[in-house]
């Protein structure tokens, strides 16, 4: 683990700009787009990273699979470091195929986030998050699709209420994506609205790969939190004859805001491996 630490400080601190000297290089690490959504009826801006490889004339038919980046802005830095860290060529760790990473910047996480309201004294904007989810499988992908080499294996990634909303895309049958990184999920939002929808979950769910994150909140929080990812896998262990491509992982020593760069690579180390 001090390893993966070193290298992703190496690679944030130095990604950017390189200079020796009188000489200076840029090593770009990204870029962005936006893209205009009929159905959120709004312009988004979304962030990509491409592979080392994407650009060498000698692998120019290849193509590559495509991760969706929840919170995009927080986590594109951090997250295109584990992945270049995991798949690149130059450091032969071959642990997951090299990948074009999309995050998603936002504009009202309560709004495209959440698929329900809950009452609040104050005015909300929440229970878009089925919109945000069409947005993203009906115009930004096929937009990905159209003007990148992408192979139809997806990964949704979301943190906090995007792990809820990751959650929800993983039950859903009509999903288009392939695999799952639910971080440290709010499944308090709704805890009675996921269990019934893990009661009606189809084969289609199951035989596709989730990863949950689990940190520490704290005594005070724990059955707001661990209890209830906990009873949530529970719950989808019963409800499965076959063996669950699931993985849930409690991680002690790690908070809220600091699990989402241990959660990735650990997240992407199962969903890669050999079943």
Known sequence: MKNLIIAILY????????????????????NKFDIKSNIL?????????????????SGISKRYQVIILLDGYT????????????????NRNNLMPESII?????????????VTKIKTKR???????????NFIEKEL??????????????????????????????????SVFNAYI???PSIWWNEEMMKNKVDSISSISWNKKLYIATANQGEASY???????????????????????????????????????IALYEGLKYLNQEN
């Open 11 to 30: 690679i944030l601190l130095f990604g950017a700009q390189t200079t020796f000297g009188q000489t200076k290089t840029d090593i770009i690490v990204g």
């Open 41 to 57: 009826n709004e312009k988004r801006t979304c962030l990509i990273s491409l592979p080392d490889s994407y650009n060498d004339s």
């Open 75 to 90: 986590h594109f830095k951090t997250a295109s470091g584990i992945v270049h860290f995991m798949s690149s060529n130059s």
């Open 102 to 114: 999309i995050a998603i910047e936002n504009v009202d996480r309560e709004r495209d986030f959440t």
């Open 123 to 133: 005015p909300n904007t929440m229970g878009g998050g089925r919109n945000f989810l």
């Open 141 to 174: 992908i096929p937009f990905i699709d159209e003007n990148y080499r992408t192979e139809p294996h997806r990964t949704l990634v979301g943190h906090s209420l995007g792990g809820l909303l990751t959650l929800n895309s993983y039950i859903d049958k009509n």
């Open 182 to 184: 639910s971080i440290d």
């Open 223 to 261: 059955e707001r939190n661990k209890k209830r990812h906990d009873s949530f896998y529970a719950f989808m262990r019963n409800k499965s004859d076959a063996p669950l491509n699931v993985e849930i992982e409690y991680f002690e020593k790690e908070n809220h805001r600091s699990v989402p760069l």
